[in-house]
């Protein structure tokens, strides 16, 4: 149902003004690509790479980062190493300044050894989510599900609940993180979600939501300025 055809991107990436192109990234990468990826980035994604106390945490950053800047690289037709960030107050990455003139946005999400990075014209947010056993998961859904949706999660079976769980969480956290809104609470974000179709977005404004099974036991979810948008996935490759 909301699986996608991911595809080798064409050397000539073409975005139009409605589209969305999603990345799906592995970060177990070599030691000899992460050292790589390592020389492109700037000091302050150094420091915070080396910040990490388990290595594997560093390793996804240094893999996640490197990724994205060879992307950002290829739309703005730039080497890696020369794309710019500036930071929202609660850490979202934008272009610098002085990339304001191509009107880019992205938006990158990662779980375990995957990453899903989104880049359109228009304002976007990724959750990307590992489904897992979580012994708290209904507590945490009562605290952050609206109570409809929280008596949906209940009538179904343990088995159920992992997936809508993380159906629920992905569709608000994409919703946030395209807002950057932060001080709106998961509660009151309200989706309209069921088994076997894709679940819509409840909440005023012109926002376009898209669920994504990227591979098997994870969630995704997109969600993007703008009522019609065609949307693009594509397997990051090392080979370009």
């Known amino acids: 149902m909301f699986n996608y055809n991911w595809l080798t991107a064409p050397k000539?990436?073409?975005?139009s003004l409605n589209d969305v192109h999603l990345w799906r990234i592995n970060l177990n990468q070599s030691e000899?690509?992460?050292?790589?990826?390592?020389?492109t980035l700037s000091s302050d994604e150094i420091t915070r790479a080396e910040r990490f106390?388990?290595?594997e945490h560093g390793r996804r950053f240094i893999a996640s980062r490197g990724t994205l800047r060879a992307i950002l690289g290829r739309y703005l037709a730039i080497d890696p190493k020369q794309v710019e960030f500036e930071y929202q107050p609660r850490g979202k990455p934008f272009l610098a300044a002085k990339f304001v003139d191509q009107g880019l946005f992205f938006n990158l999400s990662h779980s375990q050894d995957l990453a899903l990075?989104?880049?359109?014209y228009q304002?976007?947010?990724v959750d990307l989510e590992y489904i897992r056993t979580m012994p708290d998961l209904e507590s945490l859904a009562k605290r952050f599900f609206s109570a409809e949706e929280y008596e949906h999660l209940r009538l179904v079976s343990s088995q159920e609940q992992k997936q809508m769980f993380f159906r629920y969480w992905t569709c608000k956290e994409a919703y946030v993180k395209a807002t950057g809104d932060g001080l709106v609470k998961l509660e009151?974000?309200?989706?309209?979600?069921?088994?076997n179709q894709p679940s819509r977005l409840l909440v005023p404004g012109n926002?376009?939501?898209r669920e994504l099974t990227p591979t098997d036991n994870f969630a995704a979810a997109v969600v993007v300025a703008g009522r019609n948008i065609n949307l693009?996935?594509?397997e990051y490759s090392l080979i370009q």
């Open 53 to 55: 106390y388990f290595p």
């Open 207 to 209: 926002w376009n939501l």
């Open 32 to 39: 000899s690509q992460l050292q790589a990826f390592w020389e």
């Open 232 to 234: 693009h996935c594509w």
């Open 12 to 15: 000539n990436l073409n975005l």
């Open 117 to 120: 990075c989104g880049v359109s």
């Open 123 to 125: 304002n976007l947010g």
């Open 188 to 195: 009151e974000i309200k989706i309209s979600l069921t088994k």
